[in-house]
């Protein structure tokens, strides 16, 4: 049975799990369903059609699945926010829903929301990704398993943060990140694979090394893109992580974050 406090507002049509505790002051609304052994302290709202997962955490005043802030999303339309297990969600978190009818917001599962933070419509956030204090996505941002998006980093419409990337706090980040390495910056440039990153999730120290040899040969100032790209691709023939990059490359719209000549020598090494 779910643990409901008398001073909070559940539809009664809401799809509440087994063991699952709402706290005072909190608001859930008709669409919604929460698995099981999910907390809302106090001071939550929870609207639109939204699914949280099990066994996550929501701090006070957090809002998920509210109407995209998006001038094109048409009242009474139904748009989605999709939330897997195990997530955590600090004070005054916010997550919006999609914006066109049917559309998603996505957050997948083991990740750590932190105060402030803010994910906007249409994203895709994946596994194990840490957002720290008022880090915030805007629309339609892709945002790799294991990310870590630093405090107070802002992420433009439609930009694409690799696996594995990391984001330095306070960056303006207005290109693609690839998967595996850091930005940093004021627009934010890639600077540097994540080694650290790489090791705590689990990558070896073989995997490492291919990808810091593929971030020289991508961004040497002696090749064009193009071409080192070619380059990378014929000597790592058979390197899923390589692969990844390169699909990264590839599928980029909004051009990437390329390092900074200034200090990509002092960075590679």
Not at 15 to 26: E, M
Not at 32 to 47: C, N, P, W, Y
Not at 97 to 123: K, M, P, Q
Request: glycine share 8%.
């Amino acid at each position: 049975m779910p643990d409901i406090s008398s001073l909070a507002v559940v539809h009664p049509n809401a799809d509440i799990g087994s063991d699952c505790v709402i706290g005072p002051f909190c608001t859930v609304g008709e669409h919604v369903q929460i698995g099981a052994r999910t907390r809302l302290m106090s001071h939550v709202v929870v609207d639109g059609h939204t699914r949280i997962g099990e066994d996550c955490t929501v701090y006070p005043f957090v809002t998920l699945g509210i109407a995209s802030q998006d001038l094109k999303h048409e009242a009474n339309s139904a748009t989605y926010t999709e939330v897997g297990d195990r997530n955590i969600f600090r004070e005054f978190v916010s997550v919006h829903s999609g914006t066109e009818e049917g559309s998603s917001t996505t957050i997948g599962n083991d990740c750590a929301l932190l105060a402030h933070a803010h994910v906007a419509h249409n994203c895709t956030v994946g596994n194990d990704v840490v957002m720290s204090h008022s880090a915030t996505l805007g629309g339609h941002v892709s945002v790799g398993d294991y990310a870590n998006i630093g405090g107070l980093a802002a992420v433009h419409q439609f930009c694409h943060i690799g696996r594995v990337a990391m984001i330095a706090g306070m960056a303006r980040v207005v290109q693609d990140v690839l998967p595996y390495t850091i930005a940093e910056g004021f627009p934010a440039h890639m600077r540097v694979v994540n080694k650290v990153g790489l090791e705590r999730a689990g990558f070896e120290s073989k995997s490492i090394l291919e990808v810091r040899k593929a971030f020289r040969i991508l961004f040497s100032r002696e090749l064009r893109l193009d071409d080192a790209v070619r380059e990378v691709a014929k000597e790592f023939p058979n390197s899923p992580h390589i692969d990844e990059m390169l699909a990264a490359i590839s599928d980029s719209q909004r051009g990437l974050a390329r390092p900074d000549s200034s200090t990509f020598e002092l960075n590679v090494g």
